[in-house]
């Protein structure tokens, strides 16, 4: 069943090996050279779950990946149980969702401490498990990057998120998310972030205004 169909690939709930799993596969890209294209989608096939190993070692939780085929370019991973925070942030209560925006504020404090940036930072990116666990998916855009300007990309993106989404509460939520975010940083290096995307985001209405 295709759950998803997006510009680099498709997401589709699959059974296998007894279980429910998400299957993931590339397309090819008509405009690119063959070659360069099946270079790309190997690469990219590779890259998505050392990324998700990598955010495992840093303390977040990710899918559990089942394989990797390159020759198809796809990936088989586990389908989390549970709901997209983006479906359920209304329902909570002020405390209730200033709680959860703490806790997604450390997940994200890990990634970046640890050299991950994710690069698609939205709730609909973030699954609340029946155990209460925020489970991080979709690496797709992540990379490797301890550099200033990715994190408060990742920020950037986070909050542009949560204003499009749930812009009567986007306040709240993103404060409890910086709160969270420095409790893992540090205050230095989470203020350094932080104005860092303030300076992004002046950027960006600069560029709408012209």
């Not at 059974?15 to 790309?40: A, Q, S």
């Amino acid at each position: 069943m295709l759950i998803k169909k997006g510009a680099e690939a498709s997401i589709y709930l699959e059974e296998w090996c007894g279980r429910k799993v998400v299957f993931k596969r590339r397309h090819p890209k008509k405009h690119r050279m063959p070659e360069l294209d099946r270079e790309i989608q190997i690469q990219r096939t590779k890259h998505e779950p050392q990324m998700i190993h990598r955010a495992k070692e840093a303390g977040v939780p990710t899918p559990i990946i089942y394989t990797v085929d390159l020759e198809e370019a796809s990936i088989i991973m586990e389908f989390v149980e549970g709901k997209q925070i983006k479906q359920i942030l209304a329902e909570l209560s002020s405390e209730e969702r200033i709680s959860l925006c703490y806790q997604i504020g450390k997940i994200i404090g890990r990634l970046h401490k640890n050299g991950i940036i994710h690069g698609d930072l939205t709730t609909s990116n973030m699954i609340l498990t029946p155990y209460g666990n925020i489970v991080l998916i979709d690496f797709g855009l992540s990379e490797q990057s301890m550099e200033v300007e990715a994190r408060g990309v990742d920020l950037h993106l986070m909050k542009r998120a949560l204003s499009s989404t749930h812009y009567e509460y986007a306040d709240e939520c993103f404060n409890a998310i910086i709160k969270g975010y420095g409790e893992i940083m540090g205050v230095e290096a989470a203020k350094a972030v932080l104005n860092k995307m303030i300076e992004i985001e002046k950027r960006g209405r600069y560029v709408s205004e012209r």
